[in-house]
């Protein structure tokens, strides 16, 4: 009798890390493992298929104690060979998307779980309409990717980043002054947003809606003349002035948004300011229960997806439900927050400025 093949998946993980991306690996190697499934752990992102290929076997007893554990066991990069749009001009045998697929089929993989943001999913999409059998899982705490109501990692830098602003409160109040917190949010304010929100800010600045500063400094004047003499500011790193200028730390880095506000605030209005910025404090460490949960529902549904054979999909939480959207659907345009949006609304009506009015 012909002894049937286990299968044999891979896993890897793409791009900026996430609190929550070892709980996903962990949920795919034990669902995957519990049906008789081998597990490759793709090193490096999909650096980790080119050349002479880096993985590694997972087994449950690689996984264990790996639920609360922040960052990523198998590493991760951020552009590396698949940066940047595709290049159509190089040959095959120069082409890492060749490469990778090629990879995939040498590896004899099922299905190949792909874990980042928009621009893992676009270089999983690549793969997928050349033949390539990936699964994508939704991970960024920016939140900003288009297909699902929420990624992992994002709960876990919102509770950074309130806490910070809760401490700011405190300092601030005590010395009379303004203080300005720049949170991470490239394209998108979520993080500045619902942080702004759940830490009782008076000033949210966000990339979705351009900011005045004179009508910043004037908000900051109300709040003196109410006497309320200290203004707590959350602003989003890619958050812009009216004229449209992105500020940069270097290169394509961007930063330096918080400096600007606090240094023309204390300008304006004379107050003292400081500028706190929280960089990668909001990406390392344990998870939150909440992104556990997700992170482990998101893994589980990875392995079911590629047992019933469906590939070329994200999976997905749509209203409280995991589910699956094609991969297609959550690329080449960002989720963004809407400036007419109840949370924004909601910020207004309680007196928040966002700079605009
Ligand atoms: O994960 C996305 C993000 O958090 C952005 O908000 C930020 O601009 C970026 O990562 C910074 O990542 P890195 O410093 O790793 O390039």
Redesign the pocket.
């Known amino acids: 009798m012909a002894v049937k093949k286990a299968k044999r998946i891979g896993v890897l993980t793409s791009?900026?890390d996430?609190p929550g991306l070892n709980a996903v690996v962990r949920a795919v190697v034990k669902a995957a493992c519990g049906m008789g499934w081998e597990v490759l752990g793709i090193e490096d992102g999909f650096e980790g298929l080119l050349g002479e290929k880096s993985y590694r076997v997972l087994t449950a007893a690689d996984v264990r104690g790996l639920l609360p554990r922040g960052g990523t066991i198998l590493r991760t990069t951020?552009r590396g060979h698949f940066g940047g749009p595709r290049r159509m001009d190089v040959p095959p045998e120069q082409d890492p998307y060749h490469q990778a697929v090629r990879s995939i089929e040498e590896l004899d993989l099922h299905g190949l779980i792909t874990i980042g943001?928009e621009g893992t999913q676009r270089i999983a999409l690549e793969l997928y309409k050349m033949g390539a059998p990936v699964i994508g899982v939704p991970k960024?705490?920016?939140n900003d990717l288009a297909g699902t109501d929420r990624t992992f990692g994002f709960d876990t830098a919102l509770l950074v980043a309130t806490d910070a602003i809760d401490r700011l409160h405190t300092t601030a109040a005590s010395h009379n002054r303004v203080m300005v917190l720049e949170v991470?949010?490239?394209h998108t304010g979520w993080i500045a947003l619902h942080s702004g929100l759940a830490g009782g800010a008076d000033i949210i600045l966000i990339p979705e809606i351009p900011f005045d500063i004179e009508l910043v400094a004037n908000k900051v004047r109300e709040r003196d003349a109410s006497g309320s003499t200290f203004s707590i500011v959350v602003v989003a790193?890619g958050a812009r002035p009216e004229d449209g200028t992105q500020l940069y730390v270097t290169g394509d880095?961007?930063g330096g948004v918080g400096n600007y506000v606090g240094r023309r605030l204390e300008e304006l209005t004379g107050k003292e300011t400081r500028v706190v910025v929280l960089g990668?404090i909001?990406?390392g460490g344990s998870p939150t229960p909440y992104d556990r949960l997700l992170s482990t529902r998101f893994g589980a549904a990875a392995v079911a997806a590629a047992a019933n054979g469906v590939f070329g999909e994200m999976v997905s939480l749509r209203a409280q439900e995991i589910v699956t959207v094609p991969l297609a659907e959550a690329t080449g345009h960002l989720k963004t927050v809407r400036p007419h949006s109840d949370l924004v609304r909601c910020g207004r009506s309680l007196g928040v400025s966002f700079g605009d009015e």
Request: hydrophobic letters at 25%; a positive charge; charged letters at 30%.
């Open positions: 791009g900026g996430a951020n943001g960024t705490i920016d991470m949010g490239r790193e880095r961007l990668h909001q990406r």
